[in-house]
Structures are given as C-alpha cells and as structure tokens.
T-cell receptor, first 111, second 111 residues
Framework: ETGVTQTPRHLVMGMTNKKSLKCEQHLGHNAMYWYKQSAKKPLELMFVYSLEERVENNSVPSRFSPECPNSSHLFLHLHTLQPEDSALYLC??????????FGQGTRLTVV | GQQVMQIPQYQHVQEGEDFTTYCNSSTTLSNIQWYKQRPGGHPVFLIQLVKSGEVKKQKRLTFQFGEAKKNSSLHITATQTTDVGTYFCAGPGGGADGLTFGKGTHLIIQP
C-alpha cells in the first residue's frame, strides 16, 4: 500500500473513446502529479497540481485534460487518443518540495 | 531545459558482483533523488541527497552527490536477486515542482 491509489489498473480504449483515469492520495500531501512512462522515453512529467492549482505543461497535447477537484483527488481525462499514447500513466503526490510517492499506475493501451 | 542523463542503460551482473549507476545533470541541482522500480511495479523512493559531496548508505547501497552538485552515483555491493529492477535518478526542475528523471539503469542479475 503506497498511500496513492490509481484506478483502473489497466485500460484498453479506442481512438474515438473518452475515458478518465483516477488518482487518490491518502497522505495529506499538497501536490499531485501525472507522469507518463513509455518504453522509449524516461518518466515524463505531464501535469502538476500544487495546492489544487494547476501548473501548465505546454508540451502535453490537449487530448489529455487534468482535473483536481480537491487536494486528495486527481483525474486525467482522455479523448481521441492516438496509439502512441499507449503507456503506463503514473500518479504521484508529495509534500512540496519533498519526495514523490507513486501510485501503481494505469497501463493504457490505445487501439 | 534541464536534462538528466543516466548510464548505463542496462547492466548485467552475476549475483554477488557489485553494480554502479551514474547520473549527470546539465544544470546544478539543489538536490537529487533516487528511485527503484521493480519489474511490473511503480517507482519507489530510495533516498534524497542535498549537500555537496554528500555520501549516504543504506545497507549495501551507497549514494554519492558530486561536489559540483551536477552528478550522482548509486553503488550496490554484492548484488542479490532482490536488487533486480530499474534505478532512476531525478532532480527538481521538471517544471514547477515536478521532477526530471533520468532514463534509468536496468539491473539484471544472473544467478
């Protein structure tokens, strides 16, 4: 049990689907993150929420849309994804600026 | 932007041999963190180094932070099968409190 829970653990979606990834942290942290991990690239930071305020990351395509309704929950809304978006999506939380606690990830496959 | 380079990408060792992974940053780091990811798992925090020239030990693991705070290393003495996994270094600066990760070193141990 890491204190950071992600659902679903696995997701297969078509390119025209809309789905959402969910992350919940039980650690009382004040920052939450989405990372993408694929075979060919290192862990890539996608989005940061600090005290529920979003920090833009301009390199992330608009087909990924984060939402942070409160300090414990983080969502990643997905729509019209491409096959190259298939990857492991990891949520993490931290008490700024400390160490990151990762969830177990969502293995996403876009078909 | 900041880059964190890690070598080697893969390291095969016989059980009982030593292992070292090296991390270099393109910029001076305020701190460096190390994570371990087991196969099929998620990154787990190992340690954070803050001071120039700092050396920390965790049982068979020795972590060093360079004098210029731009490089770091992780050394494992007498590897065991439980050490299998990918070791990542990470530095702050991934964009507003996020971490920039190296590509990781995959440690493969042959019994």
């Amino acid at each position: 049990e890491t204190g950071v829970t992600q659902t679903p653990r696995h997701l297969v979606m078509g390119m025209t689907n809309k789905k959402s990834l969910k992350c919940e942290q039980h650690l009382g942290h004040n920052a939450m993150y989405w990372y993408k991990q694929s075979a060919k690239k290192p862990l890539e930071l996608m989005f940061v929420y600090s005290l529920e305020e979003r920090v833009e990351n301009n390199s992330v395509p608009s087909r990924f849309s984060p939402e942070c309704p409160n300090s414990s929950h983080l969502f990643l809304h997905l729509h019209t994804l491409q096959p190259e978006d298939s990857a492991l999506y990891l949520c993490a939380s931290s008490q700024r600026p400390g160490k990151a606690f990762f969830g177990q990830g969502t293995r996403l496959t876009v078909v | 932007g900041q880059q964190v380079m890690q070598i080697p990408q893969y390291q095969h060792v016989q059980e009982g041999e030593d292992f070292t992974t090296y991390c270099n940053s393109s910029t001076t780091l305020s701190n460096i963190q190390w994570y371990k990811q087991r196969p099929g798992g998620h990154p787990v925090f190992l340690i954070q180094l803050v001071k120039s020239g700092e050396v920390k030990k965790q049982k068979r693991l020795t972590f060093q932070f360079g004098e210029a705070k731009k490089n770091s290393s992780l050394h494992i003495t007498a590897t065991q099968t439980t050490d299998v996994g990918t070791y990542f270094c990470a530095g702050p600066g991934g964009g507003a409190d996020g971490l920039t990760f190296g590509k990781g070193t995959h440690l493969i141990i042959q019994p």
